[in-house]
């Protein structure tokens, strides 16, 4: 017998009732990502019953569907290495393809919405190699065309252009924060330097007005979900929950800015304010996320398909270790180091995570600018050759050869 769907009603009259908060933040790029990390953070909050999210995907609706017949609420798992916690994350109220703009702009133009929030990808930003915005790109000069004309409909096809669209329908005197949560350097600089392109470009300046920045760190493996993660939350809980998402058990959230309309106490929940981000989003930017890509490329080209398969090759560690070697003396001095890499090889050889290396190698030439030619650049500038950082490009070029990576 089918296992009733998990929605946020039966889990009330379950007695564990997890009521909608009004809708106070906006997500835009909803997926298992944002689940597992913002939407965990909020929910965690001990504030939370005031902070409501109206989830927006996507490159794919697909989160949407399985999310809305379920009121927003979905489980997760905790995958640790000897066994599943489950719980139930109740933060997210809505949830929205991301083109549905009808309710996106008046979501947005609210202002009883105090942040957004985004997780668009390094791509999704369409920027240039000098962190620009590409006003070359097809869908951002399309965009422009769309928001010169005053359109606001499904017609626009960038994230950018969408919260533009938000933004300008938005009053002046109704401050928000915009939090990038992508892996980029000074994401929060670059999003408003790109916002502030796109407005300019767009006739749209004014729509920017009131509007902060915030730079975000943020740490959380999250692999796909699977058919037969479905079936364990099913059996260990009860309830069929379509939108279920897979996590270890490790999470981090470091964040710099200013939040002029509020936000919700994540620091209650073990998030991080700091006034100087860029130590710890490099350390994370070059030795996970860098580390993340030695071992795709790797293992890859030596038959591996997981991040707990590559690390356990003694060939994909050894160019692990040769890299994070070089990209140590990149970061910031005054940030740990050792005992982070020693954390991240814990975490890595967690077997019980399934992250798939194809699930890393996308967005591949983006990442290899953003995570190892900083490495390489850095040596360089030291007068040493980056042969760690530079075998990196080296298999990024091999399985490409290979059909391995786009």
């Not at 995907?57 to 916690?85: C, K, M, N, W, Y």
């Not at 740490?219 to 364990?232: E, M, N, S, Y």
């Not at 981000?277 to 490329?297: D, T």
Request: aromatic share 6%; charged share 25%; with cysteine.
């Amino acid at each position: 017998m089918t296992a009733p769907r998990l929605t946020r009603a039966r889990l009330a009259v379950a007695g564990r009732a997890l009521p909608a908060a009004p809708v106070r933040m906006v997500h835009v790029g909803a997926g298992a990502f944002h689940r597992a990390h913002q939407a965990w953070f909020t929910a965690r909050a001990s504030d939370a019953t005031e902070w409501g999210i109206a989830a927006f995907t996507g490159r794919s609706p697909d989160i949407a569907g399985r999310l809305a017949p379920q009121g927003g609420v979905f489980t997760l798992v905790e995958r640790g290495p000897r066994g599943d916690r489950f719980g139930h994350v109740g933060s997210i109220v809505e949830a929205y393809a991301g083109n549905r703009m009808e309710r996106f702009v008046p979501l947005v133009a609210d202002s009883r919405v105090a942040v957004i929030t985004l997780t668009i990808t390094e791509a999704g930003y369409r920027l240039t190699a000098d962190g620009a915005l590409d006003l070359t790109d097809s869908d951002t000069t399309r965009d422009i065309a769309v928001l010169r004309a005053g359109a606001t409909s499904d017609r626009l096809r960038t994230p950018l252009g969408r919260i533009l669209a938000g933004l300008a329908a938005r009053s002046p005197d109704a401050p928000i924060a915009l939090v990038s949560c992508d892996n980029l350097p000074d994401n929060g600089r670059l999003t408003g330097s790109a916002l502030a392109s796109l407005a300019d470009a767009s006739g749209l300046g004014p729509a920017l007005e009131g509007v902060s920045f915030v730079s975000t760190s943020v740490d959380r493996i999250t692999p796909r979900t699977t058919a037969a993660d479905l079936d364990a939350v099913e059996a260990a809980t009860g309830w069929r929950d379509e939108a279920a998402v897979v996590a270890e058990p490790f999470a981090d959230w470091t964040l710099s800015g200013e939040f002029p309309a509020g936000r919700p106490a994540w620091e209650t929940a073990g998030a991080r304010l700091v006034d100087d981000i860029a130590p710890f989003e490099q350390r994370k930017l070059l030795l996970l996320n860098g580390g993340h890509l030695v071992l795709a490329f790797e293992g890859l080209l030596r038959g591996r398909t997981t991040v707990a398969a590559a690390i356990a090759d003694p060939e994909c560690r050894q160019a692990l270790d040769a890299f994070w070697a070089e990209a140590a003396r990149a970061v910031d001095p005054g940030v740990d180091t050792a005992e982070y890499r020693r954390a991240l090889v814990t975490r890595f050889e967690n077997g019980r995570i399934e992250h798939r290396l194809d699930q890393i190698a996308v967005d591949t030439a983006t990442k290899l600018r953003l995570r190892v030619q900083p490495v390489i650049d850095a040596e360089r500038a030291a007068g040493r050759d980056a042969p760690g950082a530079t075998a990196v490009v080296d298999a990024w070029h091999r399985c490409r050869e290979a059909g391995l990576v786009e």
